[in-house]
């Protein structure tokens, strides 16, 4: 019996997939057995249909028949054509973009979500030869663009610690998910049906508990072909004649403007006299403008361009904006034109971008159809291309056909476990790794960390005076240990002593012994006195010197590990004699090194003749070169000033001139 009745189940999904269904003609065996998901979290199946963050794309399937799919996104597709519409859907870019950030794609609902509170309408990606316009000198904005514009605001609104930032525009749509979802016990538990939010008045939207009693009294009869009387003039039907509920469709933009006025009462019709009756959609009215306002290779309307650089003069500018304003005026008049039927729809569907497109559908202007707070507009909760007939038809047919959501619930639950450990995971990673914050520093400790970096600057650009006096202004012990103490520069060089012992600071040592009366016998942590780490002469006579000055009892020169002092003129006398002696070193080095040099080098005779292949260099060193005419004149003009040298070179130029009438007149 069980298994007679998921046959049943499955073989009644197969022919809602094979055949969609219109949301108001739906089955009386499916209408009647339809329960809501209730997005609060009591429905069955919440986990899968109300959480949209932990849907899985890859684990779901639409029941459509065919092959066709997008792995990416994680749907089907009836057509090859449905297929290549998807891949120029602003869907299927979002998901190509959270790839490249590392982020998982999200499903059809979610994109839609993510897109409800942009504030212009929806307008997916047209064909390659339409550019919509914009309000700048750049291509139009789509929808994905809006997306990841706002995204990458929001994002950089909280990465400068402001938090959550209300927008600046007011917020259009609830934010609910823009698909109610149902369940029939007549279909598979995993299996789902889903109606558009937008094909509901607000007032229907805001007793959505009740929403099935809507949706039953939504249902219409088909009714067939029958002859409506229409207005001569402007072909549409007389509004006081068509009492059937009907909708406005309208897209423009680029130069395209598509408006259609649908029935929502199927049409009963026969493709053959014989054959079976099938149902169809009823098109009261329809009709299509193109002109040429797009500026094809930068993109942009003419307008926006004029109102960003000023106008431009050429005759493709006054061609665009020509158009433009017949473009307008051809909109306006059929819109009154339509405003009976207008008046009478049920919903107005529009999707105009670019503030041009705006104000051409909602003015001001005298006579004005449409407005922009009539409650009944919406936008189209899914992606668009260029305006046209088939267009509309198509956003029509999506818009009353139902969805059909085939869910994996256990793939989804072992995903949903997989992704809970993953966060655990993560979460324990960036707990061992978190770094204890440092304790807040009292003020003497601050204090005493300036006091360091000052002391430090002073010593390493040798300011004896500075330093000295950095100690008394600031009472400042000169065995003033650096902070903090635990530092590994520190551990070697404690104090100033030491620090300036380490540099070989001659002038220093001596002026904090002397002078600002540091104790030479403070040990660093290895237990060593600032003289130990002196490494040059120098630097130990400073502290000899500074025992001798300052006498024995100044200081334990013992534990201070000083030898025995030394007076100054000693230390200096034996400085001069290291000197001499180095001196005298390094010119017997020279010596040597010169005659080396003499012995290994080239032999030259001094008065022998020199030929070619002496060299030039070598016979100018020997005084055998004469010099060039060009080193002859620059010779003599080294030293002139500019007045000089043109005088020089006139002189030149005249005697040159008087050589050859000279030659001339003797070779005559």
């Given at each position: 019996m069980t298994s007679a009745l998921q046959q049943a189940m499955e073989q009644r999904k197969e022919e809602v997939a094979r055949r969609p269904l219109y949301v108001y003609d739906l089955p009386q065996d499916i209408l009647s057995t339809l329960t809501?998901?209730?997005?609060?979290?009591?429905?069955?199946?919440?986990?899968?249909?109300?959480?949209?963050?932990?849907?899985?794309?890859?684990?779901?399937?639409?029941?459509?028949?065919?092959?066709?799919?997008?792995s990416l996104c994680g749907v089907a597709f009836h057509t090859v054509e449905d297929q290549r519409s998807h891949i120029r859907s602003d869907l299927h870019g979002y998901n190509l973009k959270q790839r490249i950030r590392g982020a998982k794609p999200v499903t059809e609902g979610e994109f839609e979500k993510l897109v409800g509170d942009l504030d212009e309408s929806l307008s997916g990606s047209d064909s390659s030869e339409s550019?919509?316009?914009?309000?700048?000198?750049?291509?139009?904005?789509?929808?994905?663009?809006?997306?990841?514009?706002?995204?990458?605001?929001?994002?950089?609104n909280s990465n400068d610690g402001e938090g959550a930032v209300a927008p600046t525009k007011r917020k259009r749509g609830s934010g609910k998910p823009p698909i109610i979802w149902f369940a029939s016990t007549t279909l598979p538990s995993n299996t789902y049906l889903g109606v558009y939010r937008a094909i509901f008045t607000n007032a229907e939207q805001e007793s959505e508990p009740t929403i099935l009693d809507i949706v039953r009294k939504k249902q219409l009869a088909p009714k067939p072909a029958i002859k409506t009387p229409i207005n001569q003039i402007t072909g549409v039907p007389l509004p006081e004649a068509y009492k059937e509920p009907h909708i406005f469709l309208c897209m423009i933009g680029g130069g395209h403007f598509a408006a259609m006025i649908v029935s929502l009462t199927p049409k009963q019709t026969k493709s053959i006299p014989t054959g079976p009756i099938s149902k169809e959609a009823t098109v009261l009215a329809h009709k299509t403008f193109h002109r040429y306002t797009t500026r094809r290779k930068q993109g942009g309307a003419q307008s926006a361009n004029d109102n960003a650089k000023g106008a431009a003069h050429s005759a493709g500018a006054d061609l665009r904006r020509y158009n433009e304003q017949a473009l307008t005026e051809?909109?306006?008049?059929?819109?009154?034109?339509?405003?009976?039927?207008?008046?009478?729809?049920?919903?107005?569907?529009?999707?105009?971008?670019?503030?041009?497109?705006?104000?051409?559908?909602?003015?001001?202007?005298?006579?004005?159809?449409?407005?922009?707070?009539?409650?009944?507009?919406?936008?189209?909760?899914?992606?668009?291309?260029?305006?046209?007939?088939?267009?509309?038809?198509?956003?029509?047919?999506?818009?009353?056909?139902?969805?059909?959501?085939?869910?994996?619930?256990?793939?989804?639950?072992?995903?949903?476990?997989?992704?809970?450990?993953?966060?655990?995971?993560?979460?324990?990673?960036?707990?061992?790794?978190?770094?204890?914050?440092?304790?807040?520093?009292?003020?003497?400790?601050?204090?005493?960390?300036?006091?360091?970096?000052?002391?430090?600057?002073?010593?390493?650009?040798?300011?004896?005076?500075?330093?000295?006096?950095?100690?008394?202004?600031?009472?400042?012990?000169?065995?003033?240990a650096f902070q903090p103490p635990d530092a590994q520069q520190h551990f070697h060089a404690p104090t100033s002593l030491h620090l300036a012992a380490s540099q070989n600071s001659a002038p220093l040592v001596t002026g904090l012994l002397s002078k600002a009366g540091a104790?030479?016998?403070?040990?660093?942590?290895?237990?060593?006195?600032?003289?130990?780490?002196?490494?040059?002469?120098?630097?130990?006579?400073?502290?000899?010197?500074?025992?001798?000055?300052?006498?024995?009892?100044?200081?334990?020169?013992?534990?201070?590990?000083?030898?025995?002092?030394?007076?100054?003129?000693e230390a200096d006398e034996r400085d001069a004699r290291e000197k001499k002696e180095e001196a005298k070193i390094e010119e017997e080095r020279r010596k040597a090194e010169t005659a080396r040099l003499k012995e290994e080098g080239p032999k030259v005779v001094e008065n022998g003749p020199l030929g070619k292949a002496a060299g030039r260099g070598r016979m100018m060193a020997l005084g055998h070169v004469a010099k060039t005419a060009q080193e002859k004149r620059e010779e003599e003009a080294r030293g002139m000033t500019p007045e000089m040298r043109m005088r020089l070179d006139r002189e030149r130029r005249a005697r040159a001139a008087e050589e050859r009438m000279k030659r001339m007149q003797s070779g005559s």
């Open positions: 809501q998901q209730d997005d609060t979290g009591q429905g069955p199946q919440n986990n899968v249909l109300s959480s949209t963050d932990e849907v899985v794309p890859e684990s779901r399937t639409e029941s459509a028949a065919g092959a066709k799919s997008c550019d919509d316009e914009d309000d700048g000198d750049a291509r139009k904005e789509t929808t994905l663009s809006a997306l990841l514009k706002k995204q990458a605001h929001i994002s950089s051809e909109v306006r008049a059929l819109l009154r034109d339509w405003k009976g039927m207008i008046d009478t729809s049920e919903l107005l569907f529009f999707r105009a971008t670019g503030n041009t497109n705006r104000r051409t559908l909602f003015g001001p202007y005298d006579g004005q159809v449409l407005r922009q707070n009539d409650p009944r507009i919406r936008g189209f909760p899914f992606s668009t291309r260029r305006a046209t007939q088939n267009e509309l038809m198509r956003a029509f047919v999506e818009l009353t056909r139902v969805k059909v959501l085939e869910v994996d619930e256990a793939a989804i639950a072992a995903e949903k476990l997989a992704a809970e450990e993953a966060a655990k995971q993560e979460s324990a990673k960036a707990a061992k790794k978190a770094t204890p914050t440092a304790p807040k520093l009292s003020e003497e400790e601050e204090t005493a960390l300036l006091h360091t970096s000052q002391l430090q600057a002073l010593i390493r650009r040798s300011k004896v005076p500075a330093l000295v006096s950095y100690f008394k202004s600031n009472d400042i012990s000169p065995d003033f104790n030479p016998a403070v040990l660093n942590g290895d237990g060593k006195a600032p003289f130990d780490l002196a490494g040059e002469r120098a630097t130990r006579d400073a502290f000899r010197v500074a025992r001798s000055e300052l006498g024995e009892a100044k200081w334990d020169w013992e534990a201070a590990h000083v030898p025995v002092a030394i007076s100054r003129a």
